[in-house]
């Protein structure tokens, strides 16, 4: 069983082997996917894909119907992989406490690790890049990026308010905006981190914002 505490267990499951076809297919995605975080989408060209994965333009096209086909499959990748790792995350940390407060802090302190490890390897999210750059992309790709921030509020503001039927909060305080905000250190964490070149942030300011909840509802 995978030890959740430890970020790098999370992050090196064991996938089956992949075909030919299927690994060049990650291959492009995980090119683009770095080039549109570090660039933007506007100034990532199909052409560069092509060049830095070593496939000719009718390959890309043989995966990718255009751009935007692309940048969906990529968001719809990284859905699937974050709610995969928020639940194991989230299981994990309930596991080891069954008050829902404690539970949160725990996971809060899992999540400050996951990220600063994830930002060793990658200073940026594809989240971002599209509601940053939503003209850039079709309504598809809006409609998944703007999918992803409320499955975010919908799972922090749920379990904010089974912490607050438990625990009074010590102060009025809107549990959706609260649940908002971890979205919010978060994606703010990973600019902080990409600007100062500091892969701590994002997981010193999501430690501080556990603080905050655990003074709000003790």
């Not at 939503?134 to 409320?150: K, N, P, Q, T």
């Not at 905006?177 to 979205?183: N, S, V």
Request: proline residues 3%; aromatic residues 8%; hydrophobic residues 45%.
């Amino acid at each position: 069983m995978l030890d959740v505490a430890d970020p790098k267990t999370v992050l090196t499951v064991q996938s089956p082997p992949l075909s030919k076809g299927a690994a060049t297919r990650a291959r492009i995605m995980d090119l683009a996917y770095d080039r549109i975080v570090d660039k933007g989408f506007a100034a990532t060209s199909i052409e560069e894909l092509v060049e830095a994965g070593g496939i000719t333009k009718s390959g890309f096209f043989y995966h990718f119907k255009d751009k935007n086909d692309l940048a969906r499959q990529l968001i719809d990748r990284f859905i699937e992989e974050d709610e995969a790792l928020l639940d194991s995350l989230e299981s994990r940390a309930r596991s080891l406490h069954e008050d829902p407060l404690h539970a949160y802090l725990i996971f809060l302190k899992f999540t400050a690790e996951v990220m600063e490890e994830v930002l060793k390897v990658r200073l940026g999210c594809i989240v971002a890049a599209i509601v940053i750059q939503d003209s850039a992309f079709d309504a598809g790709v809006r409609e998944r990026g703007l999918e992803i921030v409320m499955s975010w509020r919908r799972r922090y503001q749920a379990w904010l308010e089974e912490i607050a039927a438990v625990h009074p909060p010590r102060m009025a305080v809107d549990l959706e905006t609260l649940a908002d905000q971890m979205t919010v250190i978060v994606e703010g964490g990973i600019l902080l981190a990409k600007g100062l070149r500091d892969p701590s942030q994002a997981a010193r300011h999501i430690l501080l914002y556990r603080d905050s909840v655990r003074l709000l509802f003790s």
